[in-house]
């Protein structure tokens, strides 16, 4: 019985004596938070201090927060970990959060986490007063921003595009001005002209309406362009015969000129106003002329110039309205 009560008795004091060294292994992760400021203005910040107190050999899991503490907190910055150690084999682990808010309210901020193997510990809460200034709306400039408004560092390679711009607009107006300078500076070619005597106005009439004839416009359909070569013609021998300058006038005003120029001419006047009067309508009521009408449009036209041409060499009378001398006809004129 003796010997059973002694190992009772050993058995006992061993137990406790390790009583102290389980109770050092047992204690628990602790997570503590502490805020800097609690009352801030709207766009202030302030520091968020995290510690976690736990054994050294344990591994703990520590979820941090993202962009948002919670909604109306931003997190504009987490410090990388500082780790401490502390008496009985103990360590503190310390995280610094930037926090900021732009929304004035009272926030309790949540819980830190900090998992230790299968026990899931939370941290104490902690209050954020965020106000807004007292806006007076009567002097606006005495309030201004929280921050100066900062100036970005000069790297000249945010120019380059601005740099290569210019230069390379100074060169195309080098380019431009030299050769607008070179242009200027060029001799100019001069080119003879073999110029002929100049012809009567009845030949050079008979000369146009030849060539308007193998032209042969009204057989393709283009009898207003074929009405408007013959006039323009007639207009400008009258012009060059009698001074007269009749290019803007009317067909009635040409056939009144005609009228005081040949008085007594009744076979002239009226085969100037069929040509005229038949023009008219082809180009302003588009009016399709018979074929024979086309022809003798034509014969009118040279038969006109033939019987009021003048055979005297000297030069007409200048297109001003006046008559620079007397018109003398030739005979054959006069007699048909």
């Known amino acids: 019985m003796n010997l059973r009560r002694y190992h009772i008795l050993c058995i006992l004091f061993l137990f406790l004596a390790s009583l102290p060294e389980m109770k050092i292994h047992a204690q628990q992760t602790l997570v503590d938070v502490k805020i800097d400021v609690a009352d801030i203005m709207i766009g202030e910040q302030t520091t968020l201090h995290l510690t976690v107190t736990t054994d050294k050999d344990k591994r703990i899991l520590i979820p941090l927060p993202g962009e948002a503490l ?49 026990d899931t510990l939370y941290s104490n809460q902690v209050a954020l007063k965020v106000s807004s200034p007292d806006v007076n709306l009567e002097n606006p400039e005495e309030y201004y921003d929280i921050k100066d408004v900062w100036r970005p560092t000069f790297v000249l390679s945010d120019y380059y595009a601005l740099i290569y711009g210019i230069l390379f607009t100074l060169f195309l107006i080098c380019v431009i001005g030299y050769f607008i300078q070179r242009m200027r500076n060029r001799p100019e070619k001069t080119v003879a002209v073999a110029v002929g005597p100049k012809l009567p106005p009845h030949e050079q ?73 038949l023009s008219d309508f082809v180009k302003f009521a588009k009016l399709h002329p018979l074929p024979d009408e086309n022809d003798l449009s034509m014969f009118n036209a040279n038969l006109f110039v033939e019987r009021t041409k003048r055979m005297e060499a000297d030069s007409p009378p200048a297109p001003d309205g006046n008559h620079a001398g007397e018109i003398v006809k030739n005979d054959e004129t006069t007699n048909k």
Not at 91 to 109: E, H, K, R
Not at 218 to 233: H, L, S
């Open 205 to 277: 009439a008979i000369k146009e309406l030849k060539d308007i004839r193998e032209q042969k416009l009204w057989q393709q359909g283009r009898n207003k362009e074929y009405y408007t070569e013959i006039t323009d013609t007639l207009r400008r021998y009258i012009t060059a015969r009698y001074g007269r300058s009749v290019m803007e006038k009317t067909s009635s005003e040409i056939l009144d000129l005609m009228r005081d120029e040949e008085p007594g001419r009744k076979d002239v006047y009226d085969i100037l106003k069929q040509i005229l009067h």
């Open 70 to 118: 919670m909604k109306g907190i931003e997190v504009l910055n987490i410090m990388p970990p500082d780790t401490a150690d502390i008496n009985n084999n103990r360590m503190t682990i310390n995280y610094d959060l930037l926090i900021t808010s732009f929304d004035s309210s009272l926030y309790l901020l949540p819980s830190f986490v900090a998992i230790d193997g299968r």
